[in-house]
């Protein structure tokens, strides 16, 4: 191949000097590559050992025993408010109430944070920057870290749950709702400008028409992802179905905590279907 | 009678660099139809949207009726501006919307912002919407969405929604550039109707030199931000169509049978063009 450059008296592409068999470059990024999984696979010492083929199909198949005690009230200490349908009601609306309270406060401020309505002068450029900059920490934040973090707030249970995914909702909701509004065509703002309106009546004139059903979209995906994202809170604390699912884990009820899983996997593609069929509606 | 609009010494420097324009000095007095014609890029968005300071000028003068825009607070300028109608060559209407609420955002100027939120269209605005949308001939589409129409039809509702502030000077920034030639007539002609019947003063920048010799009473031409004519439409011979476009330039012809749209350097009419009443007698037009 090198010959048509050769041949011409032209200078040989460096791609095609290299032998990519026996180019060095090549061979040594595959080294490093198997060397960290080597340098990973002691230090991890991932043991296996536990989980001979027959262990696993026995505990598995076991988790398909379920267990329907959980559906009722099961000593005269309990309540409906125990059973494990009323837990899962509880986590969806720990993930409803998550999205409300962070759409409260994201739907305001998305609107500080839109490059093309807030550009113009230096105090709201400025107030542009600081919230997309507050939009980028509050994402950066894992949900489960915020909520262990709120655990010496409000102590273990719904209100950290709720408010820890809130936390980092805010941060998710406030960035798509800004990127809506910077979305939007410029044109009808300049022509309800033109008629005299001022600034609020342009904004509702021509800025809301647009947004509303990118806005419904959004809050509608972020519904559906804090419904999936609820019944994890549990784990550390964060109120919901996902203790239930973690303490029968531990005292090894797999009857009990197949028939979460079932009923956490129907919940979320139920939200998915949901979801889905309202957004395709609204394009 | 003093001139509805006069500009004094005009000069638009974007914060790019660019003089958009240089030295604009010209008055508009009422009842006139002017044209803008010139090459893209040589001032002509940027001196209509001086005028209702949809654009802020670096320097000059603008005067609407007795009135200096240039120096008008954001109250004056609001008042200023809902007497002076708008269309564009995008039309910019929202374009979700309905027909009808595109038409009655035409009276946000007159309405407090209450009203505009909490408050329903008063009878006046939604009889004022529907007669206007019955004079450019859609008032069959009031509750269609308005991407549902086609360019012309959506420009129409561009005029219906300006008609609606009650202007007595309407702006319009290329406001056929985006329909073919015959829709460009029609829509032309609602132009010429307002401001014949109306008696409203019409600012209209152009691509085609065969419009503007058909509708306006007057052209201006643009060339690098300063006026480089300004005379009756038919004054406009090939030297001074070279001085204005440029020696390239070549005049092409908008009428039946012609791809819409100017090409970079040239736009303008052609001769056989030239009598445009034939040409929309041809075009099954309206005689309006």
Redesign the interface.
Known sequence: MADYFTSRGLPVPPELQRNPLTDWRRLSLIAAVLLILYIGLRITAIDTGRANPEYVINRISLLFHWDFSIMSPRDEFETYQNTAWWKMIETIFLGIMATAFSMIIALPLSFLGARNIMTGNPITAAIYAVVRLLFTILRSIDVLIVVIVLLAIFGPGNAAGVFGLAFHNIGVMGKLYSEAIEGI?A??L?????????R??VI???VL??IT?PFISFTIYRLDTNVRLAPILGLVGGGGIGLDLFQAIQISQYGAAGLIIFMIVVTVAAMDFFSAQVRKRLV | MPPIVSIKDLVKVFPSGTRALDGVTLDVQRGEFVVLIGLSGSGKSTLLRCVNRLVEPTSGVVVFDGIDVTAADRTAIRRVRRRIGMIFQQFNLVRRSSVFSNVLAGRLGYRSTWRTIAGRPSTGDVAAAFENLGRVGIADRAFSRADALSGGQQQRVGIARALMQKPELMLADEPVASLDPATSHSVMKYLEEINKKDGITVICSLHFLSLARRYGTRVIALKGGRVAFDGKPDAIDERRFKEIYGEDAEEVEIGPGTGPGPSAAAAAASALADDASTASARLGLPDR
Do not use: H, K, L, M
Not at chain 1, 190 to 198: D, H, K, L, V, W
């Open positions: 065509d044109g009808p300049e022509a309800i400008t033109a008629t005299g309106a001022n609020v009546q509702w004139a021509s028409p647009q059903n």
